[in-house]
């Protein structure tokens, strides 16, 4: 599987952004779909994932209510609709799949990074 993102940037606080990821390859072996973050200096931290089959959503607490995650199968494209941006969201953003089966394997894209200014 390959992925690639698209859509950070530099942005004020307040604003919105919206991530994308393209899927290509074996995608019909994706279980779960995500997004992580790691800022300068941080570990890498889950932002929001969403599963396949049955579509439920996991969101940190950091951006809940905040932003939402979502998907088009039909393009094999994943999306991060990001609003009310702070600071504190500032970080490269990465696309994450996991496989089905076991063991199950991760993918990930080459990161986007997103600015958001005071």
């Known amino acids: 599987v390959q992925l690639v993102e698209s859509g950070g940037g530099l942005v004020q606080a307040g604003n919105s952004l919206r991530l994308a990821c393209a899927a290509s390859?074996?995608?019909?072996?994706?279980?779960?779909m995500g997004w992580y973050r790691q800022a300068p200096g941080k570990q890498r931290e889950l932002v929001a994932q969403?599963?396949?089959?049955?579509?439920?959503?996991n969101y940190a607490d950091s951006v809940r209510g905040r932003f939402t995650i979502s998907r088009d199968d039909a393009k094999n494209m994943m999306y991060l609709q990001m609003n009310s941006l702070k600071p504190e969201d500032t970080a490269v953003y990465y696309c994450?799949?996991?496989?089905?089966?076991?063991?199950?394997?991760?993918?990930w894209g080459q990161g986007t990074q997103v600015t958001v200014s005071a």
């Open positions: 994450n799949v996991k496989t089905f089966g076991l063991p199950s394997y991760d993918y």
């Open positions: 969403i599963i396949v089959s049955g579509s439920s959503t």
């Open positions: 390859g074996s995608t019909s072996h994706i279980n779960v």
